[in-house]
């Protein structure tokens, strides 16, 4: 009788669905990991610009007192995050462009309302409140 050494067709083929699985599975939680991660780094992004917003108010605190635009009904100043940039108060990332990690966009024309409540400057950033 012959010994025959080696692994028969069928238990190739299983081996290579259950690895097929098992990378299928491994691939999506590296994915979604990678965009979890991605997110915060984005919100981590978004409070460093909150912080350089409230230091570059210090310097506008007499337009900021004497505005005519209202933001929930207190005194406000509408910048851009291209305004902290062009006045120092914030690093860009590439080619003097703030970038969103998410999508590698630039957000330099995104918004940020200043506004004085109670003698005191607080900021507020739609993507903040939306995505945070």
Same mark, same amino acid.
């Given at each position: 009788?012959?010994?025959?050494?080696?692994? &028969?067709?069928?238990e190739?083929?299983? =081996?290579?669905?259950?690895?097929? /699985? =098992? &990378? &299928?599975?491994?691939?999506?939680? /590296?994915?979604?990991?990678?965009? %979890? %991660?991605?997110?915060?780094?984005?919100?981590?992004?978004?409070?460093?610009?909150?912080?350089?917003?409230?230091?570059?108010?210090? +310097?506008?605190?007499?337009?900021?007192?004497? %505005? &005519?635009?209202?933001?929930?009904?207190?005194?406000?100043?509408? *910048?851009?995050?291209? $305004?902290l =940039?062009?006045? +120092?108060?914030?690093?860009?990332?590439?080619?003097? #462009?703030?970038?969103?990690?998410?999508?590698?966009? %630039?957000?330099?024309?995104?918004? *940020?309302?200043?506004?004085?409540k109670?003698?005191? /400057?607080?900021?507020? *950033?739609?993507?903040? $409140? #939306? /995505?945070?």
């Amino acid at each position: 009788m012959k010994n025959k050494k080696g692994f &028969t067709l069928i238990e190739l083929l299983c =081996v290579i669905a259950i690895l097929a /699985v =098992v &990378t &299928t599975i491994a691939s999506a939680s /590296v994915i979604n990991l990678s965009n %979890s %991660s991605k997110e915060n780094l984005y919100c981590a992004k978004l409070e460093m610009i909150e912080s350089a917003a409230k230091s570059y108010s210090v +310097g506008y605190m007499y337009e900021l007192n004497n %505005s &005519t635009n209202f933001y929930d009904g207190y005194k406000s100043l509408v *910048i851009t995050i291209n $305004d902290l =940039v062009e006045s +120092g108060n914030l690093s860009p990332d590439k080619n003097d #462009n703030v970038l969103n990690p998410m999508n590698n966009e %630039s957000i330099n024309n995104m918004q *940020i309302i200043l506004y004085l409540k109670n003698n005191q /400057v607080y900021v507020h *950033i739609d993507d903040l $409140d #939306n /995505v945070c």
